[in-house]
């Protein structure tokens, strides 16, 4: 079973960390992403850049369109994604509830219900 991890949170909250403090939060995510690997429960994880740096992209009538994100006017964003290939919804729960962000923000643990072939 795959899932897939969000953490989302707002420029506001992370600058409330400091320096020192945002370095020790930064290894134990570190930490928990390499404890995590070596189970080969962990796909992947990545990190988002700003929201400031979002693009939204629409297709109306064959014209592209390109326009400043994110898509919705919120405080909080999308900040990364884990994916996840575990063997039951409990395991999925429980590592993410050891993700160290868990700490200071939610994470939203969604089933992966269908995989599109990629053909690699």
Known sequence: MKYLLT????????????????????AKQDAYNQKYRS???????????????????????GQPMVSDGPYLEAKEYLASFYL????SEQRAQEIAADMPWAEHDAVEMRLIEHEAPTGW
Request: hydrophobic share 40%; proline share 2%.
């Open 7 to 26: 953490v989302y949170g707002n420029q506001e909250k992370w600058a409330s960390f400091g320096k020192e403090a945002w370095k020790e939060v930064v």
């Open 39 to 61: 189970t080969g429960e962990l796909l992947a994880a990545y990190g988002l850049g700003l929201e400031t740096s979002a693009k939204v992209i629409r297709n109306p009538n």
């Open 84 to 87: 996840l290939e575990v063997d």
